[in-house]
């Protein structure tokens, strides 16, 4: 089995090195990730200048491994197009350091690695550990193998990536959840250089909307679960879509 | 009416400017967009090095206006924080140079624009002229301008953006749609450059996946209709949850 491994920390992040260490056991391991680190890239990619590759040896790590000057989504497009020897039965990134849960899926490089590996047609997940304090990527890097075993066994929904947070501490259990509603406050921190012009840091804490949201990304991991999410690319809002129809269709656009 | 408008293709796009003076009899505008042309940037954020922004007057247009050294997203969540005076009651992105069509709205900048925002709880909309050769922004401004006097009095549903993708040719009409399967193929140019060494152009041609999608955005816009599209936000599979709490529910991950 063929299984490309991307991230957006960077080919040198820990969490990328645990997550091959972890999962070569189980097929033919290829690595293609951002030459740095390229976090918060969304699903960017890159067409006003060329792309530069070089190959890379990660100690101990039993794959073929490029370095990209990219995104994420760059990465897993040439792999797919010209570095792997065949298709990949299963795209794998992460494993991120930090959390990508609810509206944060918009923004991470890492899920955007994912969502290029569905876009291409083939299972993909991305796994996140929700600590930026922690740099052991044990219990993570297990979750990732379990979860990668189960989808060999029994596949997934076509057009479905699965979106995995795992906690710092030793998980209770997992379970199957959904994207809770979270937003950014206090996002700019405003400064003044040293010659008087301002200059805006971007930072921000999260706001969960939905405090009691059982189901949610975000209160399973405040519970210490690990939360896997299934996550589809088809923003059509078939309600709206429905409600507006109705209240726009005989509206004459003849302009 | 507090408006603000953004786009990808940079402050001094033309497209800009036509949705601008298209608007100004209907509200207060307020213009905050990249210095630069930032298209296919994503939903990506500056999170690693400082934003800064300057002023800008652009002839013919009655607007405030800065030009940030960011992305379109940069650009909402600094004018809702620090730059607007009051919040705004729309956000318009565009009008962009190019379709945003199915699967290309996860790439665009100005479709980000709008999702950053409906993350803040704003009307928003995205306005894209669907060809590269063509700088005659007419059609597609009066377009922005009716949609918006449509969003004004009926409002929108909560959550939902307008992805509008206007043609170059005098429409036929209008059709609300759904998100097309776009997917592109050939992507890259490899190419060996004076010192030997390979680098790679982004390129690609679209391959729409439903020839037949009588419904989609791709199908109205080949028909030469005005497409508008709703959007949201949850990327949530909800079906594909249902299928995994089933598969995977009792598996225990004591991890």
């Not at 009691?212 to 299934?230: C, L, M, R, W």
Request: charged share 20%.
């Amino acid at each position: 089995m063929v299984v490309l491994l991307s991230n957006d920390d960077g080919i040198h992040a820990p969490g990328l090195k645990a997550l091959a260490e972890s999962l070569q056991e189980l097929g033919e391991l290829f690595i293609v990730a951002p030459d740095r680190e390229r976090s918060a890239t969304g699903h960017g990619i890159t067409v006003h200048r060329p792309l530069r590759l070089e190959t890379v040896t990660l100690p101990g790590v039993n794959a073929r491994a490029w370095a990209v000057d990219g995104t994420p989504a760059d990465c897993v497009k040439l792999a797919v197009e010209d570095l792997l020897p065949r298709p990949p039965e299963l795209v794998v990134a992460g494993i991120n350091q930090g959390p990508n849960l609810g509206t944060d899926v918009l923004y991470s490089g890492t899920v955007s690695a994912a969502i290029e590996g569905i876009i291409n047609g083939f299972p993909s997940l991305a796994i996140s550990l929700t600590s930026y304090g922690s740099y052991d990527f044990t219990t993570a890097a297990e979750v990732a193998r379990k979860v990668v075993t189960l989808v060999m066994k029994n596949g997934l929904p076509p057009g479905t990536l699965l979106n995995i947070n795992v906690p710092p501490a030793k998980p209770r259990g997992m379970r199957i959840t959904r994207l809770g509603n979270r937003r950014y406050i206090n996002i700019f921190h405003k400064r003044t250089d040293p010659r008087g012009r301002i200059y805006y840091w971007m930072a921000g804490e999260p706001l969960d909307l939905e405090e009691n949201g059982e189901d949610t990304d975000v209160q399973a991991i405040k519970q210490n679960f690990i939360s896997i999410t299934p996550i589809q690319l088809d923003l059509t809002d078939h309600h709206a879509l429905q409600i507006l129809r109705q209240q726009w269709g005989e509206i004459p656009f003849n302009i």
